[in-house]
């Protein structure tokens, strides 16, 4: 129990693994063990499904999702919590074989499936198997926040079904998981659309709007990662109590949906990306709720004032459960009383505003303004600079890619990447700013849309567009984006801030030969390849 082996994250240890007793995010050996184990399960449940369709109802679902969403990086580091969901996974799986529990000998029905098996095995299988295995992860929890606000699809459903039973078949080879590795693209893809209306239905169309990274005196709550049903529920139960609510890295973009923009003490953002968590709520008079992944082992100076909710947990920090009653938050956060006056932040260029609400359908309301400026010269390029932010040097890159882009050329960014940027003032093309925040990183989506708009609009491929990629990258959400854009056949992607150390170099090499993938390289040498 004192070593582990995870490699899911960019910031693995030396670029190849973790196998101490620790992660570089924090995760103790036990941990990662017991996700492995509640990863096993969930592969043995996937077996018993086989033959058993028809009892799959909306609980093996809820499960499965649920399951994979809680071993994405930075969502839970709570031994209790996973060994429960393990008991919960079992208890399913006998329900639907339960004449298998007595069976002494193996067969994938009445056990779990080794994950040492998958580690040890041949590497290019276990690239395969981990893109697979790390995509269905980040599609789960795309997955999970459309469920919570009602919408479900049945074929995303069974396909997080059919990958992990692919994952388990330790005589599949590399013909047999290449084509399930791409299909984790054309899932994700319906899965992100089924999120975006999910998003948009429950909480209107995002507007471009303007936000203040000012916190205004008195008792406020900071409120982290992507959950928007969470923060709506906060917005209500704290409307009239004098406590100001101020967004955290990919929650962002709640301040552009009508629906909780609506909310007065819905004020500004606080802070920056999640890996400056630990220095940036050090000495903060508030709370902070986490609603999905991006948290990190609070200090102890901060962790009498973290709360968690969903499938987010750490040992000793009070989690708030289904039921959303926030009361323990509010009365810290009345307790603590806030800053005695206005607190001025600044963005890390700076800057003491930014901009987000840049969707899908605030763009193409102006498309025919931004065909016409590229039509006209006044815009060249199109840069499409998102994804995740960490804390491994070398991330910099984005903030200088983005300062040195042409004056005749806009960026499009989304995720908590952008905070290396967005507070930078670049100016306007035809009244049209020249950063868009689209959102979080499942709105790119919306980055997808405008993308496949403009390609009709011009009447070419997307590849022929004046539009180039240059993605971050972090965890598991990360790699089913992009093998969503592999799916749709987009090419020539700058990866960074290192490539993952997953991918074994024959798979690197396929990705390269149809793709174009390539690393980061320098600001200059990038800029001077993609413009050609």
């Known amino acids: 129990m004192e070593k582990m082996f995870c490699f899911q994250c960019e910031q693995t240890a030396g670029c190849k693994s973790c196998t101490g007793a620790a992660g570089v995010c924090g995760k103790k050996a036990d941990t ?21 369709e028809d009892l799959v109802n909306e609980r093996t679902y809820r499960l499965i999702i649920e399951g994979l969403f809680t071993t994405i990086t930075n969502v839970s580091f709570d031994n209790v919590t996973i060994k429960r969901l393990i008991e919960y996974v079992k208890l399913e799986k006998t329900r639907l074989v339960p004449q298998c529990g007595g069976c002494g000998a193996p067969c994938g029905r009445n056990d779990n499936y ?77 899965c992100m659309k089924l999120l975006d209306k999910a998003n948009t239905e429950t909480y209107g169309n995002p507007i471009p709007t303007e936000v203040s990274l000012t916190v205004e005196k008195g008792p406020f ?25 101020y967004t955290h890295g990919e929650m962002l973009p709640a301040h552009a949906y009508p629906e909780l923009k609506k909310y007065a003490h819905l004020k500004g953002n606080f802070g ?73 932040f600044t963005g890390i260029n700076g800057g003491n505003k930014v901009m987000t609400g840049f969707g899908h359908n605030a763009v193409l309301s102006v498309a025919d303004k931004v065909v016409e400026a590229v039509k006209s010269g006044a815009i060249k390029h199109f840069f499409l600079v998102g994804g995740c932010d960490g804390a491994k040097a070398g991330r910099n890159y984005y903030r200088e890619f983005v300062k040195h882009t042409p004056a005749d050329s806009i960026v499009l960014t989304l995720a908590c990447g952008k905070y290396r940027f967005n507070d930078l003032d670049l100016g306007t093309i ?36 004046p539009l180039s990629m240059v993605l971050s990258w972090y965890e598991q959400k990360a790699v089913c984006i992009l093998l969503t854009l592999l799916h749709l056949g987009i090419k020539n992607i700058l990866l960074g801030p290192s490539l993952p150390a997953f991918v074994s170099p024959n798979v690197l090499n396929f990705l390269v030969e149809k793709y174009n993938i390539a690393p980061i390289s320098t600001v200059e040498e990038d800029l001077n390849k993609l413009l050609k």
């Open 272 to 344: 920056t990306a999640w890996q400056n968590q630990q220095k940036e709520f050090a000495d903060i008079p508030a709370p902070v709720l986490f609603t999905t992944n991006c948290l990190m082992p609070p200090k102890e100076s901060y962790a009498d004032r973290v709360f968690t909710t969903e499938v987010v947990a750490y040992s000793e920090i009070v989690h708030i459960g289904e039921n959303k009653d926030f009361t323990p938050v509010i009365e810290k956060a009345l307790e603590l009383g806030g800053y005695a006056e206005d607190k001025h």
């Open 221 to 245: 709550i900071v409120i982290s990662g992507h959950d928007l049903y969470d923060i709506k529920q906060l917005l209500e139960q704290t409307e009239g109590k004098g406590i100001n609510i």
């Open 430 to 465: 035809d009244g049209l700013p020249r950063i868009m925040d689209m959102g979080q990183c499942n709105d790119a989506y919306s980055a997808i849309k405008v993308a496949v708009a403009l390609s009709e609009a011009f009447n070419c491929d997307v590849n022929e567009l």
């Open 114 to 190: 080794d994950m040492q098996k998958l580690w040890n095995a041949d590497e290019d299988i276990r690239s395969l198997k981990s893109l697979i295995l790390f995509g269905i992860r980040g599609m789960a929890a795309y997955a999970y926040h459309a469920w919570v606000l009602g919408y479900k699809d049945e074929e995303v459903n069974s396909f997080l079904i059919k990958a992990l039973f692919t994952i388990g078949m330790d005589d599949y080879g590399m013909s047999d998981l290449l084509p399930i590795v791409m299909e984790v693209g054309k899932i994700n893809l319906k």
């Open 32 to 52: 990662a063990q017991l996700q492995d184990e509640l990863t096993g399960a969930l592969i043995g449940l996937a077996r018993a499904i086989e033959g058993n």
